[in-house]
């Protein structure tokens, strides 16, 4: 059973840091993103990184956020740097076995997602 496990996440003060993790129980993707939902609203994309390394990022994390993984240890991360309370969500990773140079930050390009992990930060 394929399986992506986020860790990670937990409470910070405004301005903190955290790194969430996001575990691959194969490792056949190398398309892959984050993405971040409030209770109420739909699923954001945050971040992608595609099949060579390419990333993107939402207007609202470009420059705070920043993705990587790890192919040795099949692990997807994310950096998330001076936290604001808006950054507040559950986050998720999400995976796409296929080849795909160009990231996307679309659910629709994803068919595989975590569990998720929650991020809150305090003002």
């Known amino acids: 059973q394929v399986q992506l496990v986020e860790s990670g996440g937990g409470s910070v003060q405004t301005g903190g840091s955290l790194r969430l993790s996001c575990a691959l129980s194969l490792d056949i993707y190398s398309f892959m993103g984050w993405f971040r939902q409030v209770p109420g609203t739909e699923r954001e994309g945050v971040a992608g990184i595609g099949s060579t390394g390419r990333t993107d990022y939402a207007e609202s994390v470009k420059g705070r956020f920043f993705i990587s993984k790890d192919d040795a240890k099949n692990v997807l991360y994310l950096e998330m740097n001076d936290l604001s309370p808006l950054d507040t969500a559950m986050y998720y990773c999400?995976?796409?076995?296929?080849?795909?140079?160009?990231?996307?930050?679309?659910?629709?390009?994803?068919?595989?997602w975590g569990q998720g992990t929650q991020v809150t930060v305090s003002s």
């Open positions: 999400a995976a796409n076995a296929l080849f795909i140079s160009t990231p996307s930050l679309s659910e629709s390009d994803y068919y595989v």
